[in-house]
């Protein structure tokens, strides 16, 4: 009996997985109190300066990459949906897809985990290299369809 493809799912959970950084950043402005944050003009440039006067260099930072990992996920995501509608479109195994897209989670929780937690420059190409594992998943699954795409 062939295994359930379950790829599909990677979808919403990926989208889910990039609201972790998201709230984080916000409860970092936040600091407990709503009056900290502007859901009016969350990224004015003024509401920005007012938190970074406010908070250490550290904390600062920390929101700083928080945020970035925010981003980051949203800037892939496309990558992530075509990678899924092409290799389902392709009929590649399920056993595979299901395998590839739980490997490109796993290594986007990592990714998303250091990128917070790791402020020194020189461990930061660890977030580099786990973010290049996590893309070629995508990549390769783009390249088994294309070659059975190609014939």
Not at 17 to 39: C, E, Q, R, V
Request: net charge positive; with cysteine; charged share 15%.
């Amino acid at each position: 009996m062939a295994p359930t493809n379950y790829s599909v799912y990677s979808i919403p959970i990926y989208f889910i997985m990039n609201f972790i950084p998201h709230t984080y950043s916000t409860l970092i402005f936040a600091d407990g109190s709503a009056k900290n944050w502007d859901n009016a003009n969350p990224k004015s440039t003024a509401v920005r300066e007012r938190f970074q006067k406010r908070v250490s260099a550290a904390t600062y930072t920390r929101w700083e990459r928080a945020r970035a990992a925010h981003n980051n996920g949203i800037e892939n995501f496309p990558l992530l949906i075509a990678a899924v509608i092409l290799g389902n479109m392709a009929k590649l195994d399920a056993g595979m897809m299901n395998w590839t897209f739980g490997t490109f989670l796993l290594f986007r929780a990592i990714f998303i985990t250091v990128y917070i937690e790791i402020s020194d420059r020189r461990l930061s190409f660890f977030r580099t290299l786990v973010f290049n594992i996590s893309i070629l998943q995508c990549l390769w699954i783009i390249l088994k369809a294309g070659n059975v795409y190609a014939g």
